[in-house]
């Protein structure tokens, strides 16, 4: 495709009168007399971060975020990870005195992941957003990208991290896979050694969010519809969605042309839960894992969390981080969920949990 493109425009180069004939040509064959060509559908994609329930419709970096941008690349077991930090000069990521260390967890994360999945040949671009300082709100929020374009298909959506991870081919090229964003105001454990109490564990956290944009997220508004669907019309929900049901009466969340049919979403503790057979098999007790639906719906909180009560400590995605925290690894039965959402995943236990 590419030779062709290169030896086309040496010809147009090589004699005007004869490329206007040759493009004439090429036109005619591609869209004869009466055929138009189709416009090229604008494609949308739009970021939403778990934790903080924000979404944003992702658009390319500007030339200016692009040649401010520092990028680093971690590649090891399989995946490759294209990281770009968008934080100005000595500020956040880039902080002179804390940022090398900063850069240093993440990756230690990201090489825990690769561990992890098997996925070789896996590739994934991570945007660090500019930074936060003002310790309110989360404590930070990550995601991934969901296509929203007229033609996207209502429907259940893995995310273009898990298919970037999955697959290594890349629907966006143009925009990263996930995006994730920290405040540094609050207080952080920027080390590999156990936090002191009240401090929140930058390792337990970052491994938190990233768990989110692989896919531990829940699309559903607080009346059961698609959070896009006010916006694009379309009704997208994601493969965690899909595992969904009320424990109480066995009906899953979304029916199949993915009208609502359950009660509601802020049904108290132990309301919902998340229907894997795989995951049920290691839960503690054998039951269903509960999702986290407090008694009023909180976007970014709800359905994409565990119930708090009632989850092992251990477990990465529970809502809570009181702090001094160390939760580096993904239960077993976390992991049986990443497995449900499509993941192939390592033997070895052992590796997953070295920091
Ligand atoms: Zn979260």
Redesign the pocket.
């Known amino acids: 495709m590419e030779t062709f493109f290169c030896h086309f425009r040496r010809t147009l180069l090589a004699s005007p009168a004869r490329a206007a004939g040759v493009l004439l040509a090429v036109l005619f064959l591609a869209f004869p007399p009466g055929v138009s060509p189709a416009p090229q559908e604008q494609e949308t994609f739009v970021v939403y971060y778990?934790?903080s329930g924000q979404w944003e419709v992702a658009t390319p970096l500007t030339a200016r975020e692009k040649s401010a941008a520092k990028t680093t690349i971690v590649s090891a077991a399989g995946i490759t990870w294209n990281l770009t930090y968008l934080d100005a000069a000595n500020t956040g990521w880039n902080d002179t005195t804390r940022g090398p260390r900063r850069k240093q967890v993440l990756q230690a994360v990201l090489l825990n992941l690769s561990a992890m999945l098997d996925h070789p040949g896996g590739r994934c671009d991570v945007e660090l957003r500019v930074s936060e300082f003002d310790g309110s709100g989360?404590l930070a929020?990550?995601g991934t990208l969901y296509r929203t374009s007229a033609s996207a298909p209502n429907g259940y959506q893995p995310g273009l991290a898990f298919q970037n991870i999955t697959t290594a081919v890349d629907i966006a090229p143009t925009l990263p896979d996930i995006r994730l964003r920290v405040d540094w105001g609050w207080r952080w454990h920027e080390e590999f050694s156990a936090p002191p109490d009240d401090v929140q564990d930058l390792y337990s956290v970052l491994l938190?969010?990233m768990?989110?944009a692989l896919g531990?997220n829940s699309l559903a508004e607080s009346n059961g519809s698609s959070k896009f669907e006010v916006g694009s019309g379309k009704k997208i929900f994601t493969t965690y969605d899909n595992l969904l049901f009320e424990r109480a009466t066995g009906r899953k969340l979304w029916d199949a042309n993915l009208n609502f049919q359950g009660s509601n979403l802020a049904g108290g503790a132990n309301f919902i839960e998340l229907r894997s057979q795989r995951a049920h098999n290691v839960y503690p007790g054998r039951t269903f894992p509960p999702v986290h639906t407090p008694t009023t719906f909180s976007d970014?909180?709800s359905l994409?969390?565990w119930q708090t009560a009632e989850t092992p400590l251990e477990a990465i995605?529970r809502?809570t981080t009181p702090g001094g925290e160390l939760r580096r690894g993904f239960s077993p039965f976390e992991r049986a969920v990443l497995e449900e959402l499509g993941y192939r995943l390592k033997p070895d236990p052992t590796f997953w949990m070295m920091y």
């Open positions: 778990g934790c989360v929020s990550g938190h969010e768990a989110h531990y970014g909180r994409s969390h995605m809502f």
